[in-house]
């Protein structure tokens, strides 16, 4: 005996698994990185960039809070926005609260 869906219940169950998806990108959201500002993403940076900041181990949070960009000597502060600064050593934005491996202390 063959089975037939109606068109109401394909858009139902449509509608529904949409309702799904959305509820548990929301929830696999929710407590991390409430404040995590990521001023370059990686969707946005050439392939040469994505990997220098790879090869250098850039993170937009760095592990240890006295040696993030801010100070560091490469860093330039945007004063349009100041999680957002300037490095001289990646092309593009870089986290004033990020780190990578070429960190150096600023000098006075």
Known sequence: MPTTISRRTIMTRTAQLSALGAAGWALSSCGEG?????????????????????ASKYVEEAPDA??????????????????????????????ARGHCDSWAAKTA
């Open 34 to 54: 409430e404040n995590k500002v990521v001023c370059a993403g990686p969707n946005n940076l050439t392939m040469a960039e994505n990997s220098l900041r790879k």
């Open 66 to 95: 006295a040696k993030n960009c801010l100070g560091c000597g490469f860093f330039q502060a945007d004063p349009a926005n100041a999680t957002c600064g300037k490095c001289e050593i990646f092309i593009g934005p870089v986290n």
